[in-house]
């Protein structure tokens, strides 16, 4: 069972900036991918961004180019940088961790992000 601890969440204007960290209890060196999703009030679970094991990104179109995902393997952790966030970002974030594709993926807790007008 892997844990992911999030946090970072909060409370920002709209065309703010908020930094958003999820810590593995295990090392995420070798794992397949890594990343975040989120789901808004009423809405469905969707993609912001992943990071796969070599290192490439995917991200969502409505945040490509205003957030960006890296990792740090020495702490176990990725963050992913939010920029000029639109109220419409508002939403639980989740942290994802998949270890290989022959396995299931594990969630955070979620922390929340309000976006004001």
């Given at each position: 069972q892997v844990q992911l601890v999030e946090s970072g969440g909060g409370l920002v204007q709209a065309g703010g900036s908020l930094r958003l960290s999820c810590v593995a209890s295990e090392n995420i060196?070798?794992?397949?991918?890594?990343?975040?999703?989120?789901?808004?009030?009423g809405k469905q679970r969707e993609l912001v961004a992943l990071v796969?094991?070599?290192g490439s990104t995917v991200y969502a179109d409505s945040v490509e180019g205003?957030?960006?995902i890296s990792r740090d393997n020495a702490k176990n952790?990725?963050?992913?940088?939010?920029n000029s966030l639109k109220p419409e970002d508002t939403a639980v974030y989740y942290c994802y961790l998949r270890r290989s594709i022959a396995t299931i993926g594990y969630?955070?807790?979620?922390?929340?992000?309000t976006?004001?007008?």
């Amino acid at each position: 069972q892997v844990q992911l601890v999030e946090s970072g969440g909060g409370l920002v204007q709209a065309g703010g900036s908020l930094r958003l960290s999820c810590v593995a209890s295990e090392n995420i060196f070798s794992i397949y991918t890594m990343g975040w999703y989120r789901q808004a009030p009423g809405k469905q679970r969707e993609l912001v961004a992943l990071v796969t094991g070599g290192g490439s990104t995917v991200y969502a179109d409505s945040v490509e180019g205003r957030f960006t995902i890296s990792r740090d393997n020495a702490k176990n952790t990725i963050f992913l940088q939010m920029n000029s966030l639109k109220p419409e970002d508002t939403a639980v974030y989740y942290c994802y961790l998949r270890r290989s594709i022959a396995t299931i993926g594990y969630w955070g807790q979620g922390t929340h992000i309000t976006v004001s007008s």
